[in-house]
């Protein structure tokens, strides 16, 4: 629960590139952005979160997903895929 109280605390808006997973983990103007894999992409959302402090505080706010933060919850999900319960766990635990 300590890590999960510390990632809290970062309150860091978080761009992240769209590959394997990663829309599990950081929901567009949520929690982060996800843009293409690709330099011009990357510039646009570093772009907007320079000129829009407003983006930059409700992404910061938006929080992590307990999955990304919390080793037990990881844990949980991991077994979760192992037993096919997986979607109940990700239910869960948002």
Do not use: H, W
């Not at 109280?5 to 769209?18: D, F, K, N």
């Not at 983006?55 to 919850?73: C, I």
């Amino acid at each position: 629960m300590r890590r999960r109280q510390r990632g809290a605390r970062l309150e860091r808006p978080v761009i992240a590139t769209r590959f394997a997973g990663i829309e599990e983990q950081i929901e567009t103007g949520v929690n982060g952005l996800v843009v293409e894999q690709d330099v011009d992409a990357i510039c646009d959302g570093l772009g907007s979160l320079i000129r829009d402090a407003g983006l930059r505080q409700r992404l910061a706010q938006g929080g992590y997903p307990r999955e990304l933060l919390d080793d037990d919850a990881k844990v949980d999900l991991l077994m979760g895929l192992m037993t096919g319960s997986a979607c109940q766990a990700t239910t869960d635990a948002r």
